[in-house]
């Protein structure tokens, strides 16, 4: 009997396994910041190579169908960043105020304007903030996120300024004219 996988099923696998990793991503608060920090920022480094994958690895399949997982890829990236976001409130890195605050402000407009561009917004304070309390308690770990980035973003380039900003900014723009 030969077994085969499908490429949307790795697709799909590398998308649940984001959506867990963000979730998992929380359990490195119980640590001390110089622990915590490089253990969430390895893991939130995996689940950006997952997200960098699971597209290109599912338009390669010649099915093009979308199954579940693959229509809830941005609700895998936003349970990373909320699970980033998670980490540094319990780490006490953030003010609860600001970490449940920001959370419920999310989840309202969310919400409210059932947008997903507001959705891919929502994720950058946390990362920023990843970065920023990686690159002080384990440097090396906050570098090479954003060298990572820096990468993602030359590897991607031709497809960024072509469709993902230009989609994400009138996005926005469309969410400020209702």
Same mark, same amino acid.
Not at 109 to 116: M, N, R
């Given at each position: 009997?030969k ?11 590398l998308t649940? *396994? ?5 979730l998992?991503? %929380? ?8 622990? /915590?920090?490089? *253990?969430?920022s ?6 950006? %190579?997952?997200d960098?994958l699971? /597209?290109?690895?599912?338009r390669?399949?010649?099915?093009k169908?979308?199954?579940?997982? /693959? ?8 349970? %990373? ?21 920001y ?19 929502f994720?950058?304070?946390p ?5 920023l ?11 090479? *996120?954003?060298?990572?980035i820096i990468i993602v973003?030359i %590897? ?8 993902? *900003?230009?989609?994400f900014?009138g /996005? ?5 004219k209702?």
């Amino acid at each position: 009997m030969k077994i085969t996988l499908s490429l949307k099923l790795v697709a799909d696998i590398l998308t649940t *396994l984001r959506f867990f990793i963000g979730l998992y991503i %929380v359990r490195f608060s119980t640590l001390e910041p110089n622990e /915590g920090i490089p *253990l969430a920022s390895s893991f939130l480094w995996i689940a950006w %190579v997952t997200d960098l994958l699971d /597209g290109p690895i599912s338009r390669l399949d010649p099915r093009k169908a979308q199954k579940f997982i /693959g229509k809830h890829d941005l609700t895998a990236d936003v349970t %990373v960043s909320l699970g980033c976001w998670l980490f540094l409130t319990f780490s006490n890195l953030i003010s609860p105020f600001i970490g449940f605050g920001y959370i419920l402000l999310g989840m309202f407009l969310l919400w409210y304007f059932k947008s997903e561009y507001l959705a891919w917004a929502f994720q950058a304070p946390p990362y920023g903030m990843m970065i920023l309390f990686a690159l002080k308690y384990a440097p090396t770990y906050g570098m090479f *996120l954003i060298v990572w980035i820096i990468i993602v973003v030359i %590897v991607t380039w031709p497809r960024f300024p072509k469709y993902t *900003l230009p989609e994400f900014l009138g /996005g926005m723009k469309a969410l400020f004219k209702r």
